[in-house]
C-alpha cells in the first residue's frame, strides 16, 4: 500500500463562469469543462504538489505517480494540467474511477440518462483522440500514460444517490484504489468538492461536517509511521491523527489553495 496521497479538487467550472453554458447534447448527462484559469490553477497545482513531494524527501528517482480521477471532464481536464505543471521525467498514470464521480444527487443532476461504462468509455475516446492529436501536431500536452485497461471501483452510477451511499462509494472507491498501490507509489486523487471532504472523512476513519472546499485545494495524507512532513503551508489546525484500525493516517494538510496566484 502507498505511503503518500494528495487529494485535489478540479480546477474552475465552465458553467460557474458563464451561465448560458450549453450541455453536451450526446451525453445525457451534465458535465461542464474547466475554465482556462481552471487549467492555468491545475498547473500550478502541479508545481506545488512537485514542491511537497520534494519537501517531504520522496526520492522522485524511486516514485511513479499515480492518478485516479473521477471521469467528470472538469476532472480528466484537471489531471491533465496538473500533470503539465508536474513535469515529470516518469510519466504519470492516469486512471479514471467511476467511485470518484461527482455526487448523484437530484440537486445536482435533473436526470441521469447514460451508463456509467457508456460515460467512461466516451472520456477514454476523448483521452485517446488528445494524445493523437498531440503526437500529431506536437503540442504541448503532457506526456502521460493513461491505463485503458484500467477497471474502476464502480461500473455504474446510482441516482438517485443518498448523502450516506455517496459517502460510502468514496470509502470504497478510495480503500480500492490504495490497494493497487505499492510503497514507491504516490497516489493522486482528483475528484469533486464533496468527494475531497468524503475522501478525508474515510482517512480520519470518522465523520465530519463538511468544509468549503475550493478550486484546486490540495489535502496531504501520509502513513504515520513515515511522517517526515516540513510543509510551511496550511495543515489541520490541531495537526491531529486519525486513526484507522488497519493503517494509522495523518493528515498533513486539509483543503490548501495558497499556492494559487489569482
Known amino acids: ?27 445525457d448527462l451534465w458535465d461542464p469543462p474547466i475554465t482556462p484559469k481552471g487549467l492555468y490553477q491545475a498547473e500550478q497545482t502541479g508545481e506545488r504538489l512537485v514542491e511537497l513531494i520534494e519537501q517531504n524527501k520522496i526520492d522522485p528517482k524511486a516514485m511513479s505517480v499515480v492518478i ?8 480528466i481536464e484537471t489531471s491533465i494540467g496538473i500533470i503539465k ?11 479514471l474511477d467511476v467511485g470518484l464521480g461527482e455526487w448523484m444527487c437530484e440537486r445536482f443532476f435533473d436526470s441521469v440518462g447514460c451508463q456509467a461504462t457508456e460515460f467512461v468509455s466516451r472520456q477514454y475516446q476523448f483521452l485517446a483522440r ?8 506536437r503540442n504541448d500536452i503532457p506526456v502521460m500514460n493513461v491505463d485503458y485497461g484500467y ?10 444517490e443518498h448523502y450516506t451511499d455517496m ?26 468538492a464533496v468527494g475531497v471532504n468524503a475522501l478525508l472523512d ?10 468549503e472546499s475550493n478550486y484546486c485545494s490540495i489535502s496531504f495524507v501520509c502513513k504515520k509511521d ?37
Open 1 to 27: 500500500m502507498t505511503k503518500y496521497c494528495f487529494i485535489i479538487r478540479h480546477g474552475e467550472r465552465l458553467d460557474h463562469v458563464h451561465k448560458l453554458c450549453k450541455p453536451d447534447l450526446f451525453v
Open 68 to 75: 485516479y480521477t473521477s471521469p467528470f471532464q472538469r476532472c
Open 85 to 95: 505543471g508536474m513535469r515529470l521525467k516518469k510519466a504519470p498514470i492516469l486512471r
Open 130 to 137: 488528445q494524445q493523437a492529436n498531440a503526437y500529431a501536431k
Open 151 to 160: 477497471i474502476g471501483s464502480r461500473s455504474e452510477f446510482e441516482f438517485p
Open 167 to 192: 459517502v460510502q462509494r468514496f470509502e470504497e472507491a478510495r480503500r480500492y484504489c490504495l490497494e493497487k498501490a505499492n510503497h514507491a507509489t504516490v497516489v493522486l486523487f482528483v475528484t469533486h
Open 202 to 211: 474515510g482517512f480520519r476513519n470518522h465523520l465530519t461536517r463538511p468544509q
Open 226 to 262: 513515515d511522517e517526515h512532513s516540513e510543509s510551511s503551508d496550511q495543515s489541520d489546525e490541531d495537526s491531529s491523527e486519525y486513526l484507522d484500525t488497519s493503517t494509522p493516517w495523518s493528515i498533513k494538510l486539509t483543503m490548501s489553495d495558497t499556492h494559487l496566484i489569482a
